[in-house]
């Protein structure tokens, strides 16, 4: 079955899509656990989306880096009702996950999109179901599990090594029998990848859209986010993900100039700004031309 994205899931305007994060998980390093609760995931998906967000991405498992798993029972526990209700109050939803079951669940409660952070690695069910569902995909660079991913931040070329393995994974998707167009491509900032890979590849993100997937960029609050003085040195006190807002909203920019599809961020209004700004300064120049 070809899979197309949703046309809903598509910019109306010219900037990217928001995706507003809602963290289903006790122990998430950007927002640590303040929506664990079914009922404040909730709100707190109700509120990204009064401010701004078009799509809301429910997640039920902490990537933090050395951060053991859940079962998958205590997943689904965490995540169907919330995608469900959301769903229900007519939310465009995404679910992270990288089971195919928790996605498979997801779908019936209403999600619109599966964003796998292990791109289909992680379980070897994933991919068929996708096939199977014809929902769009999102794929983004993985290595390795939370507990082992800082292990695996080796690279001679980070930006060549990423794009190649996101090609590798697109061929492996396509073998299962996804379609083409179904297929959202994410480098997956902060994912065994140290503070130089990830500026590395926001410098190169260009090249990660030329690949002809539509882009998801997720650096909200991440780490490098929180080391900004690339003088002060690694043993530098960064600061607390909650004051990395103003840093990701300027990425929310920079993916924006190289052509994302969508950005993956906690605070919207922050980022709503930045793309706004985007968009005017762009409308402007299109006017006079
Ligand atoms: N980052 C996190 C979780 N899910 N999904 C995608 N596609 N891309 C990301 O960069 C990404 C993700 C980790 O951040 P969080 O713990 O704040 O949700």
Same mark, same amino acid.
């Given at each position: 079955m070809t899979a197309a994205v949703a046309p809903a899931l598509r910019? @109306? #305007? @010219?900037r990217p899509l928001i995706m507003g994060v809602v963290n289903v998980t006790p122990?998430?390093? @950007?927002?640590?656990? +303040?929506?664990? *609760?079914p009922s404040a995931a909730i709100e707190h998906g109700n509120l990204l989306l009064e401010q701004g967000a078009d799509l809301l991405d429910v997640g039920g498992e902490s990537t933090r880096p050395g951060a053991g798993r859940p079962s998958e029972e205590e997943e689904l526990a965490r995540v169907i009702g919330v995608v469900r209700a959301l769903a229900d109050q007519g939310a465009q939803v995404s679910v992270d996950t990288m089971r195919s079951r928790v996605a498979a669940e997801a779908l019936e409660a209403g999600a619109q999109l599966i964003n796998d952070v292990s791109g289909g690695l992680a379980d070897p069910q994933m991919a068929p179901l996708v096939a199977s569902a014809g929902v769009p995909f999102v794929a983004m660079h993985w290595r390795a599990h939370s507990a082992q991913m800082d292990l695996e931040a +080796?690279? $001679? =070329?980070v930006l060549a090594e990423v794009i190649a393995e996101l090609e590798q994974r697109v061929a492996g998707l396509l073998a299962a029998g996804?379609? /083409? *167009?179904a297929i959202i491509l994410d480098p997956g900032f902060g994912f065994s990848k140290d503070a130089g890979h990830n500026w590395a590849l926001l410098a190169g993100l260009e090249q990660v859209v030329a690949l002809g997937h539509p882009v998801l960029v997720g650096t909200s &609050?991440? /780490?490098? %986010?929180? &080391? %900004? =003085? %690339? #003088? $002060?040195?690694?043993d530098a006190e960064p600061t607390p993900p909650t004051e990395r807002d103003a840093a990701t909203a300027a990425t929310s920019l920079l993916a924006a100039q190289a052509g994302a599809w969508a950005v993956r961020v906690h605070d919207v209004p922050s980022t709503r700004d930045a793309l706004s700004v985007w968009d005017n300064v762009r409308a402007a120049g299109g006017a006079r031309a």
């Open positions: 910019s @109306s #305007t @010219s122990d998430s390093f @950007s927002d640590g656990g +303040r929506w664990f *609760e +080796r690279y $001679a =070329d996804v379609g /083409r *167009e &609050r991440k /780490r490098f %986010l929180g &080391r %900004l =003085d %690339l #003088t $002060a040195g690694p």
